[in-house]
């Protein structure tokens, strides 16, 4: 069984920072693809980042290119998602997930794992 845990979300100010960490309770942790959505009310859930599982290749959204950094520490079984510059908009709802194969890392129906998420909020 695997389990997805976030944690690190809060309520923060406009233009500060938050860093989101997902702990994965699974063996092999270093050979699956790891995502980031977020979802915010009254919308859909959205790609935020990916990484593969080397972390050689990592993939984001435009609305946080440049702004957020996604990265792995596969000793830890961990994937951390760095958020800096944050805007008001970025509030939502944050999810990590996990995929053996991942062929579209912008679809979340090739993710096969999912943690509980946590709620960031920024304020304006």
């Known amino acids: 069984q695997v389990q997805l845990v976030e944690s690190g979300g809060g309520l923060v100010q406009a233009g500060g920072s938050l860093r989101l960490s997902c702990a994965a309770s699974?063996?092999?942790?270093?050979?699956?693809?790891m995502g980031w959505f977020r979802h915010a009310p009254g919308k859909e859930r959205e790609f935020v980042g990916a990484?593969?599982?080397?972390?050689?290749?990592?993939y984001y959204a435009d609305s946080v290119k440049c702004r957020f950094t996604i990265s792995r520490d596969n000793a830890k079984n961990t994937v951390y998602l760095q958020m800096s510059s944050l805007k008001h908009e970025d509030t939502a709802v944050y999810y990590c997930?996990?995929?053996?194969?991942?062929?579209?890392?912008?679809?979340?129906?090739?993710?096969?794992?999912w943690g509980q998420g946590t709620q960031v909020t920024v304020s304006s």
């Open positions: 997930a996990e995929a053996a194969m991942l062929d579209n890392y912008l679809d979340l129906y090739e993710y096969d794992y």
């Open positions: 699974v063996s092999a942790f270093s050979s699956y693809a």
């Open positions: 990484i593969s599982w080397s972390g050689g290749s990592r």
